[in-house]
């Protein structure tokens, strides 16, 4: 039988298996090393430009880790503000999931490094290993969890040190990617509150597993950039309308497309082949660039403040292993600042 992932249940079922308890996000908080690496930068160490950058990606700088600063250090900072935003403390946390491909060692997890970083003694977590969407796919796993009952209040964590794993010789990747953290609490809720996370639409390709890869623990990060640029934008804008048909709404209902920030031009692209205006596309890679696991987060704190009143709609999407939600945003953010 085929079910929905967001709910456990078969098509049509209102009602879960497994508990059926709406997953609400409580909380959102970001965090970003302080350390910049801007294009000119960039223009001193790789046969680049601050155009052909822009051109390319959109991107004017991003954020880098200073030696010895782990993803577990990044993390910690995203999930003591939203814990703190969600007005709990580290004991009110059960359970802690960090999407991440650059975690501190092989083992312990990430996670079980920030549950100790953090003083969430009465929590137990792992690891979640999917590149761009991880943050997505551990936000997904998370909502089982408080749909079931099994936990009340579960952290997510999506973190990457980027920088580690990049070859700063290789400007194809070097001027793209970027340091950073999100981390959001979700709490179970009602089915249309503020926050109150819909349906998901999952995906997986390893057919492209050629296209964006590191090989092995000894390799820098590889990518055809311009075969995962074309792949990018047909598979979210298709997800997005999946998503969207699950949840019974329409392109016109979304006020604001909180995509994962990769590249300016995926963004556009997407934006045109929906036939939606581009300024309803949450752009903020030109600050930070893609940070992998936690560029939803970071983009997600943009269209919040000015929107939460009315608790309008955004899709969260991210695609590498392309995946959706629609949600109502919640109110309760924090986060770097964004100039």
């Given at each position: 039988m ?8 078969a ?5 879960s298996?497994?508990g ?10 970001t ?8 294009n000119a930068?960039l ?5 680049t430009?601050?155009?052909?950058i ?9 954020h ?8 577990s ?17 580290p004991a ?8 991440t ?6 083992f ?12 969430a003694?009465h929590?137990?977590g ?7 969407s ?19 209040h ?9 920088s ?30 503020l ?5 998901f ?20 990060f ?20 999946a998503?969207?048909d699950?949840?019974?709404m ?8 909180v995509?994962h920030q ?11 082949q929906?036939?939606q205006?581009r ?8 600050l ?18 000015p ?10 999407t991210?695609f590498?292993?392309?995946s ?5 945003m ?10």
């Amino acid at each position: 039988m085929v079910t929905d992932v967001s709910t456990g249940s078969a098509p049509g079922r209102k009602a879960s298996r497994i508990g059926g308890r709406p997953a609400t996000i409580a909380s959102l908080a970001t965090y970003v090393p302080p350390r910049l690496l801007t294009n000119a930068d960039l223009e001193k160490m790789v046969d680049t430009t601050d155009d052909w950058i822009l051109q390319r990606t959109g991107i004017r700088e991003r954020h880098i880790v200073d030696p010895g600063v782990a993803t577990s250090d990044l993390g910690k900072q995203a999930a003591i503000q939203a814990i703190a935003n969600a007005g709990l403390t580290p004991a009110d946390i059960g359970m802690v999931i960090c999407g991440t491909v650059t975690p501190d060692m092989m083992f312990p997890s990430t996670a079980c490094l920030i549950q100790h970083k953090i003083g969430a003694h009465h929590a137990w977590g792992f690891d979640l290993s999917a590149a761009c969407s991880a943050f997505t796919y551990s936000l997904t796993t998370a909502c089982q969890f408080v749909a079931s009952g099994a936990h009340e209040h579960v952290l997510v964590v999506g973190a990457d040190v980027m920088s580690s794993i990049i070859d700063y010789k290789d400007r194809a990747t070097c001027v793209i990617f970027g340091d950073g953290a999100g981390a959001v609490v979700l709490r179970a809720g009602e089915p249309y509150e503020l926050g109150a996370i819909g349906p998901f639409d999952l995906g997986s390709d390893g057919e492209g597993a050629d296209l964006i890869k590191v090989p092995d623990r000894h390799s820098f990060f590889v990518m055809d950039g311009q075969k995962v640029f074309l792949r990018a934008i047909t598979h979210m804008a298709k997800s997005a309308e999946a998503v969207l048909d699950k949840a019974s709404m329409r392109l016109q209902d979304i006020d604001k497309f909180v995509y994962h920030q990769a590249n300016a031009r995926i963004l556009y692209g997407v934006a045109d082949q929906l036939g939606q205006p581009r300024g309803k596309f949450v752009r903020n890679i030109d600050l930070v660039g893609n940070t992998a696991a936690s560029p939803c987060t970071n983009a997600c704190r943009l269209p919040i403040d000015p929107m939460n009143a009315s608790g309008n709609q955004l899709p969260l999407t991210v695609f590498s292993l392309h995946s959706v939600s629609p949600c109502r945003m919640c109110s309760k953010v924090s986060g770097f600042p964004l100039g």
